[in-house]
C-alpha cells in the first residue's frame, strides 16, 4: 500500500435502474432470455416480482436476435402475430403515479407499433398502455381507459433506435410527460385516467395491445422495458435515459 493509500472508485460501475425505488417490471434482453430453438419463451423480470413475460404458442414467439445495438441482443416481433404476456395485477393503474421507460428499434413505422399494454378489470379498455403510432382508441398515443395523449398524426414514425420515457405524476392524464432519446415531445391530451389494472398472465401484453394483436402489432425489435410505480423526477429519469444511451449506443439530449 502506498503513501495515498488504495485508490477509490466514486463511480459506481453496478449502478443500473433497477437500483430506483419502485421498479415493478424490468426486462433486459441481456438476460432472463428463454429460448426455444431461437425464439424466446419467457422473459424474465429481473425487478423481483416475479412479473416473467412469456410466450407458450411457438408461431407467437418473438425472434431472439444478437448483436442487434452495441453489441447488445434484441427481442424481434414480426409485426403480425408476436407477443409476451405478464401479470398485470399490482401493476400502476387508477389514480396511482407511474413511469415506463424502454428501448426499441421500429423496422416498420406504417404498423401500429404498440410496445405495452394491459387491461382494466372490465376486460373492454386498458389501464395504461404506449404505443408509438397515431390513431389509437381516439388518436391515443399513450391510452387508458378512454383517455389519451396525442402525438401528432404519424406518432413516433422512427426507424433509428430510440429511448422513450414517459411519467404520469398523477391521476390527471394533462400531467403526462413524454420523451424520446431525452427530449420532451409536444402532445395534446383527453380524457381521463381511470383504470384498474386486471389480474391475471393473459391481461398484460408486450409487443402488442391485449385483445387487439392483429391490429396492434409492434413490429421491430424490443431491448429494455421497465415500469415504476412513481413518476420518476426528471433527474432520475436523465440518469436511466443517459445510462441507457451509453449502453446501446444512443445520443441523449
Ligand atoms: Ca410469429
Known amino acids: 500500500m502506498g ?9 459506481s460501475p453496478s449502478w443500473s435502474p433497477l437500483k430506483l425505488s419502485g421498479c415493478v417490471l424490468y426486462l433486459d434482453s441481456s438476460m432472463g432470455v428463454t429460448l426455444s430453438s431461437g425464439y424466446v419463451s419467457q422473459w424474465a423480470d429481473q425487478s423481483g416480482n416475479g412479473r416473467h413475460a412469456s ?26 402475430d408476436d407477443y409476451l404476456t405478464f401479470n398485470a395485477s399490482g401493476m400502476p393503474s387508477g389514480s ?4 415506463a421507460i424502454f428501448v426499441v428499434k421500429r423496422t416498420d413505422t406504417s404498423r401500429r407499433g404498440d410496445v405495452f399494454s394491459y387491461r382494466d378489470t372490465d376486460t373492454l379498455y386498458h389501464a395504461w398502455g404506449v404505443t408509438l403510432d397515431s390513431g389509437v382508441l381516439g388518436d391515443n398515443d399513450i391510452f387508458g381507459n378512454y383517455w389519451g395523449v ?12 430510440m429511448i422513450i420515457s414517459t411519467t404520469l405524476p398523477s391521476t390527471n392524464v394533462y400531467s403526462t410527460r413524454l420523451w424520446k432519446n431525452g427530449t420532451e415531445l ?8 381511470d383504470g384498474t389494472a386486471a389480474t391475471g398472465t393473459s391481461q398484460a401484453s408486450i409487443g402488442v395491445t391485449t385483445g ?42
Not at 503513501?3 to 463511480?11: A, E
Open 150 to 161: 396525442s402525438i401528432g398524426q404519424g406518432g413516433i414514425a422512427d426507424t433509428n433506435p
Open 3 to 11: 503513501r495515498w493509500g488504495r485508490v477509490i472508485n466514486i463511480k
Open 212 to 253: 387487439l394483436i392483429s391490429d396492434t402489432a409492434f413490429k421491430g425489435d424490443i431491448l429494455f422495458f421497465a415500469i415504476y410505480n412513481r413518476a420518476l423526477s426528471d433527474a432520475e429519469r436523465q440518469k436511466v435515459e443517459r445510462w441507457l444511451g451509453a449502453r446501446y449506443g444512443i445520443t441523449v439530449a
Open 55 to 80: 410466450q407458450s404458442t411457438a408461431a407467437y414467439r418473438p425472434l431472439y436476435v444478437t448483436n442487434v445495438l452495441n453489441g447488445r441482443p434484441a427481442l424481434r416481433f414480426d409485426g403480425s
Open 96 to 99: 396511482s403515479p407511474r413511469t
Open 186 to 193: 409536444t402532445k395534446s391530451y383527453h380524457g381521463n385516467v
